[in-house]
């Protein structure tokens, strides 16, 4: 299930690539309807690199899976597949977006409509924080930490679990994340960041 897989989907579809993927999982209720009208028809699929069309990917026909483990797939045009995956913010006490790479990280999915969410701190470390810092356009990331803070927290989904950047990573689209958590707000990430990196 990586990046590549994903844009075979996406191109089979008529899309330039697929944004995004994720596994139905708790949004089971949503879909649950259509769901239940279809079969599972294929399990294992994995696509090379290089794969622009399906003889180029493995799977399997003879799924042993539920429909909670339905993949549900953003597909997206030339433009929307030029643009990152996420972006970041920070929000202060009163929800307010602030000016300074201060407070409460936000993470929203560029191609949705509407809030976006908190990013849980499990395997974040401070490469993690340096390059979301860059992602919103400061130099450098003079912190961060997590915790219960502020009441406002518990108005937001947890958007982003697990993500692992490493020194050598250029764009968030180079570190790996989880969409799926198993965090509480006690575990959201306060970040600040800086353009004065002297010190």
Sequence with gaps: KQWYQRRVRGKLMGFSCSVLWESVGDRNSLYSTVQEQHEIVL????CEEDAEGTGHCSYSVEPNCKHVEDILLFCGTAEQCNKPAFTFYTVDRDNQRTTNGSG???ASRSFYQGVGGTVCDDNFNSASAALVCREMNYTCSVG????????LQVDYDITLDNVMCGPNNQSFADCSYDIQHNCGHSEDVFLSCANDCTY
């Design 144 to 151: 961060w930490h997590a915790g219960t803070h502020w009441d």
């Design 43 to 46: 399990d294992n699929v994995e």
């Design 104 to 106: 409460l990280l936000i």
